[in-house]
């Protein structure tokens, strides 16, 4: 049988659906999808620098990264 992956956008869709699935008797798994460690340990880097207000807004980001040198 044919499988579907389904994306809800926020809790009220996930219950709704888990709620839908579960009246209907079909079954389904939960999956949690995890990042990679490099990526939480970038995302974790980031916030720690938001929070001590080393940001830069999105035109200095621009220069910085995508002008040609």
Same mark, same amino acid.
């Given at each position: 049988?044919e499988?579907? @992956?389904?994306?809800p956008?926020?809790?009220? $869709?996930l219950k709704? =659906?888990? *709620? =839908?699935l579960?009246?209907l008797? =079909?079954?389904f798994?939960? $999956?949690f999808?995890? &990042?990679?460690d490099h =990526? @939480?340990? *970038?995302?974790?880097r980031g @916030?720690? $620098?938001a929070?001590q207000g080393r940001?830069?807004? &999105?035109?200095a980001?621009k220069?910085?990264h995508? &002008?040609?040198?």
């Open positions: 049988m499988a579907i @992956m389904i994306h956008e926020n809790a009220e $869709q709704t =659906v888990k *709620s =839908v579960k009246a008797k =079909v079954p798994e939960p $999956q999808s995890t &990042l990679p =990526v @939480m340990a *970038s995302i974790d @916030m720690e $620098q929070a940001t830069i807004g &999105l035109e980001f220069k910085k995508f &002008l040609k040198r």
